[in-house]
């Protein structure tokens, strides 16, 4: 089955051609950096892993970009409350992302541009812009006309009069018509600013997605992704931008993601209805997290609640404990009776799924079939070596894509023989859902702990990852630990 995916311009599954072949450019719309992270940026980010990770999987050759707005009017406006510099405050909140987002398990892109770090090849633009007469300069700032432009409204559907009616002028603008757009804001008293033709001043928000994308990709971008709160006016204007100063189609594919939602409305810093990345995973391991978002279609509203996150996490139990019978049982297997009918079926269909405008939901569901039958497969004890290997195997080739399963059941840590570095009060520990990761960590420092002969501490931290489910045994040079 050939690669089909939902094109938003179109409203439509189409074949997936990319411009080189078997090359793809892909620009993310990334977060506008003045508060910490929030679940509803997690699930774009998880949605959107998982969907470069398959197509590098199909064999195409995937760059990757995802940018970063780090600096504009919420930026500069929480900056000034907490008496720091603008983009200060960004690289520390940028930081903390890339944080929240490895916690994740979500790669990182091949390319993170800040608008702060673009600021010549937006400048370019925008004069482009100008010497084509598109855009105009008024008082230091620079706006495209709108009405140079052509099909405005195609991405979203919306007739020019529609989106007149809504539109308006702020104080301090002098736009010729309300429907025009900031390329480039004179710069306020006091604010973070670049010299350029027109003055002082700073980029719009929608200049610096279509400059990033023609730096790091090119003219035409195969695939354009973000959530579809950016749809209008943020996808519309960077359409009519890029076309009019490249004078070529923008993009291939638009794909956007489906928001989360608390109580049926939008998650929103803006809105204060919002839960942080770090504040979930205090609760739930990252493997749940992403089963939540993945068991779902990736374009559709997604309800988030803790009975939702709940269930995933039983849901995710069942398929993590036949891995888990699975890994068991590879030195244990006596039978005769292979596996590999069932496996080259399972992932045959797990690829026609993720085909299908990678329905995520419809993969995992073909999974959970397939352990059902592993399950029955080992409890009947029929099962070769080669066989209970080749059921391994096919889980591992699925958590390649979805990394929702712990893929090791024993792990070893290492401790160094002498360190002077602090150690956390274990305490912290209460409550806390640990990653992998995370269990590495707190295992260090009870072997450091024990290396100091300070055993109340080793004790309390055995104690408390025995509450959590997890075993530690002490080893020759460090110590080994599994979940219960």
Not at 202 to 226: F, N, Q, Y
Not at 246 to 252: G, K, T, Y
Request: glycine share 6%; aromatic share 10%; with cysteine.
């Amino acid at each position: 089955m050939a690669l089909v995916l939902h094109n938003s311009l179109t409203r439509a599954k189409e074949p997936f051609e990319p411009l080189r072949d078997k090359e793809v450019g892909i620009y993310i719309c990334g977060v506008t950096v003045w508060d910490k992270s929030h679940i509803g940026h997690a699930k774009s980010a998880v949605n959107f892993d998982v969907i470069v990770r398959y197509l590098r999987h199909r064999g195409y050759e995937v760059k990757h970009v995802t940018n970063f707005t780090d600096v504009d009017d919420k930026i500069i406006a929480k900056a000034n409350e907490l008496g720091t510099d603008p983009l200060k405050l960004s690289r520390s909140l940028i930081d903390e992302y890339f944080l929240d987002m490895d916690a994740l398990k979500v790669r990182r892109a091949d390319v993170y541009p800040k608008a702060s770090e673009t600021i010549p090849e937006i400048i370019a633009m925008v004069r482009g812009l100008v010497d084509k007469g598109y855009a105009y300069e008024s008082k230091g700032s620079v706006y495209f006309s709108v009405h140079k432009a052509k099909e405005y409204g195609r991405l979203s559907g919306q007739s020019l009069d529609q989106m007149h009616a809504g539109a308006r002028i702020e104080i301090g603008e002098d736009k010729r018509d309300p429907m025009d757009f900031a390329l480039w804001k004179a710069a306020k008293p006091g604010e973070v600013s670049w010299d350029s033709p027109w003055g002082k001043g700073r980029p719009g928000w929608h200049i610096e997605c279509s400059a990033m994308c023609l730096k790091h990709i090119g003219k035409t971008v195969d695939i354009h992704g973000g959530g579809t709160d950016l749809v209008f006016p943020h996808h519309e204007n960077e359409i009519l931008q890029s076309e009019a100063y490249n004078e070529a189609p923008f993009v291939r594919y638009w794909m956007h993601n489906g928001l989360l939602t608390i109580d049926q409305e939008k998650m929103s810093k803006s809105l204060k209805n919002f839960f942080t990345v770090s504040e979930v995973l205090q609760s739930y391991p990252p493997e749940v997290v992403r089963f939540f978002f993945l068991n779902a279609s990736y374009r559709a509203p997604l309800e988030y609640n803790e009975k939702s996150l709940d269930e995933a996490k039983q849901a995710l139990e069942r398929l993590q404990n036949t891995y888990n019978a699975v890994q068991e049982s590879l030195e244990s297997a006596s039978g005769e009776q292979d596996a590999k009918d069932l496996c080259d079926k399972t992932w045959r269909q797990i690829e026609d799924r993720m085909d299908d405008d990678f329905s995520t939901r419809e993969a995992i569901a073909v999974m959970f079939d397939s352990a059902r039958e592993a399950n029955r497969m080992l409890s009947e004890g029929k099962l070769s070596k080669q066989g209970v290997r080749d059921i391994a195997d096919l889980f591992s080739e699925f958590n390649k894509l979805f990394d929702v399963l712990r893929t090791k059941i024993t792990r070893a840590v290492a401790i160094p023989q002498d360190t002077e570095e602090p150690l956390p009060d274990p305490e912290s520990l209460t409550g806390k859902a640990l990653s992998d990761a995370d269990v590495d960590q707190w295992v260090r420092y009870r072997g450091i702990a024990r290396r100091r002969k300070d055993f109340d501490y080793s004790d309390a931290i055995r104690k408390k990852l025995a509450e959590l489910g997890i075993d530690v045994q002490d080893a020759q040079d460090g110590a080994v630990w599994k979940r219960r």
